[in-house]
């Protein structure tokens, strides 16, 4: 009997076009217990996504899913299609959170491919995609480009055309649409009372705590978002891999980091924009995460809202206090696992 697969091998390197538009599945439909379950994997603390009181009272529409949990769900649609047969994913850019993500909502993705470039290796390149996420009305809660180096299938085929998309360093304060109206804010219940006026530009702040990531935890959260990529599942397949071992996948480092950044900036817990992300080295069980923040710029949203523009850094066991980040050469360290330049939305002043 002649034999055959069905199954999906995953898309190289010399299988993205310019210009398609990849149509990611699964759906997935949000629940209050997936809200729960992202809380005990990242030890998420910030009100609004703790309490569906506070959050009403913040301006959402009640409980809601928080934004970077979206963007992982979103994400998660698009490796089978774009990264099953990554080397890294390299970093992000221009991404917007549009609109809040309810308990009840069911999140879609697609991807249009923005850029190829060819490694000087011949057999790896780099693509860019433009990936959107809508809920079940069409209506767009996130968009985001990432861009990924992926194998090539055979090292021998003709480098395609290069395409390098122009991408902005940060999204402009006037683009930045998907804040609530913080026309009352519990800061009793929040955990701080420092507001907008209160952030300096410059000022780094230590975040203080550390958490170790075990096994068990960064594969139940990689599940939880059904991202399918084997360097995060498949111990014996990545036996003959570069680290000999699974890779701890790099939204698990951007959400416990930022929930290790509720210890000085309590009151900025809604990601507006991510304008810049890169995955600096990596993560294994057994490793632990520090985290400090930097305040890049400031701009005032409303009478009631403001936004912070945060650089987050991630480092592994290693003080936060001593804002480890790049030498003289402008190289990060190697302890430093993120570098993560996102806004967020912060109360101002009554």
Known sequence: MATSTKSNPGNFFEDFKPGETLIHATPQTVTEGDIALYRALTGNRYAQYSSAEFAKAAGLPGLCVDPLHAFHIVFGKTVPDISLNAVANLGYADGRILRPVEPGDTLRASSEVIGVKENSNGKTGVVWV?????????????????????????????????IVPSLPSAVAPADLTGFPEMKSWPFAQSGSRHVFEDYEVGEKINHVDGMTVEEA?????TRLYQNTAKVHFDAHGQKASRFGKRLIYGGVVISIARSLAFNGLENAGQILAINAGTHVNPLFAGDTIYAWSEVLTKAELSETCGALRLRLVAVKDADPGAFIYKDEAGKHDPRVLLDFDYWAAIPRAR
């Open 130 to 162: 433009r990936t959107k996420g809508v809920n079940q009305r069409g209506e767009e809660v996130i968009t985001y480009v990432r861009w990924v180096m992926i194998n090539k299938r055979d090292a021998a085929s003709p480098a395609p055309e290069e």
């Open 217 to 221: 935890e960064h594969q139940i959260a």
